[in-house]
Structures are given as structure tokens and as C-alpha cells.
T-cell receptor, first 113, second 108 residues
């Protein structure tokens, strides 16, 4: 969905490096999410945010941190990347005041060597 | 926590055939969505369907919340339908849980 953008789209990094993935949305939605997808598996929730001051852990938050800089921006950080964090990362938004349907960004493919 | 299962895990169809994909969940949910992940990795909304039946072109979905399952019907399949189909449920704690997906290949 073009209304949800992610940067970078691809990133290769080394073990121990700090990495930030960014997500921006123009949909005006209050809720934002970060997911991780491993090959052949479904998506797993890392963190979610209901508004700028409300951030919650998902299933697999260890090794990750997030920042909701504004309603439209939600970034995911890997403080010290490790190889098993190699995955496809998705950002999503939803509008709780309406249907709470989730809309996904294009994904960021992260490789940790 | 809530468990989400999808069946079948893999499906191969001849173009033009119909199919039914199933999503079972182990507890009450607040909502349910179906997504299609195309071969390029993009996730596309298909249906938001916490209960009842919806149709969109060749696709339709039915959720029977009291029996904890949802079905996605694909009629007259096309090669562009190939990819992975996920259902995702939202629990009363506002957590979203995805199923493992059904991988569909439609061959000409």
C-alpha cells in the first residue's frame, strides 16, 4: 500500500551493528505495528503502538526497541544485530475508530552477516 | 495464548479450478482478516471479516465466530492468485496473531 512506506527496502549489515528501520504513513491512522517474517512462516508481532505515548510489546520484542516520533512515524531499532534477526520486516497501520483493518508497507529485507 | 491454524499448508491448482482455504482459531477473537502475499512479498488486504460473509469478485470469505473458523473461497483461479494466503486474528488483548499460511500455486 503506497500510503505506508518503509526505508530502507533492503539492508545488509554485520553482527553487532545498530540498525534502524523506519516507517511512515499518510493514512492518518492512530495505530502502527512492526512485524517480522521468517522464510516459510507467518508474521510475528514485535511491537505495536496505539498512539504516540502508548507502545506495547508483541510476541518477540527481545533484541528490538521502537520509537513513535509522531502519529505518522514509527521506527524499529536493532541495538546490536545478530544473524538470527535476518528476516523480512513489515510495518502496518490501522484505524481503530473505523474497522481496525491493517494495511501493510512493502517490507524491509534485512540480512545480518 | 490463542492458536491459529490454516489448512491446507500447500495447494496446487489448475487454472480455472475452485478452492477453499480454512482458518481455525482456538479462542474468541475481536476481528479476523485475510491477506494475500504475492510472490514479490507484498501483503494485500483481502477481507476484514469478524463474522458473516463477504464477496469481492472471484473471492469470498465466511467467518463463523461461534465455531471459531473462517473460510476463503477462490473461484475460477488464475495464475495471479499464486502466493501465500494468511489469516490474522485480533485477540481481546489487542494482539494480532497470524496463521502459518496456505501456499497456493496456480498452474496454466
Amino acid at each position: 500500500d503506497a500510503d505506508v512506506t518503509q526505508t530502507p527496502r533492503n539492508r545488509i549489515t554485520k553482527t553487532g551493528k545498530r540498525i534502524m528501520l523506519e516507517c511512515s504513513q499518510t493514512k492518518g491512522h492512530d495505530r502502527m505495528y512492526w512485524y517480522r517474517q521468517d522464510p516459510g512462516l507467518g508474521l510475528r508481532l514485535i511491537y505495536y503502538s496505539f498512539d504516540v505515548k502508548d507502545i506495547n510489546k508483541g510476541e518477540i520484542s527481545d533484541g528490538y526497541s521502537v520509537s513513535r516520533q509522531a502519529q505518522a512515524k514509527f521506527s524499529l531499532s536493532l541495538e546490536s544485530a545478530i544473524p538470527n534477526q535476518t528476516a523480512l520486516y513489515f510495518c502496518a497501520t490501522s484505524d481503530f475508530k473505523r474497522t481496525d483493518t491493517q494495511y501493510f508497507g512493502p517490507g524491509t529485507r534485512l540480512t545480518v552477516l | 495464548g490463542i492458536q491459529v491454524e490454516q489448512s491446507p499448508p500447500d495447494l496446487i491448482l489448475q487454472e480455472g479450478a475452485n478452492s477453499t482455504l480454512r482458518c481455525n482459531f482456538s479462542d474468541s477473537v475481536n476481528n479476523l482478516q485475510w491477506f494475500h502475499q504475492n510472490p514479490w512479498g507484498q501483503l494485500i488486504n483481502l477481507f476484514y471479516i469478524p463474522s458473516g460473509t463477504k464477496q469481492n469478485g472471484r473471492l469470498s470469505a465466511t467467518t463463523v465466530a461461534t465455531e471459531r473458523y473462517s473460510l476463503l473461497y477462490i473461484s475460477s483461479s488464475q495464475t495471479t492468485d499464486s502466493g501465500v494466503y494468511f489469516c490474522a486474528v485480533k485477540t481481546s488483548y489487542d494482539k494480532v496473531i497470524f496463521g502459518p499460511g496456505t501456499s497456493l500455486s496456480v498452474i496454466p
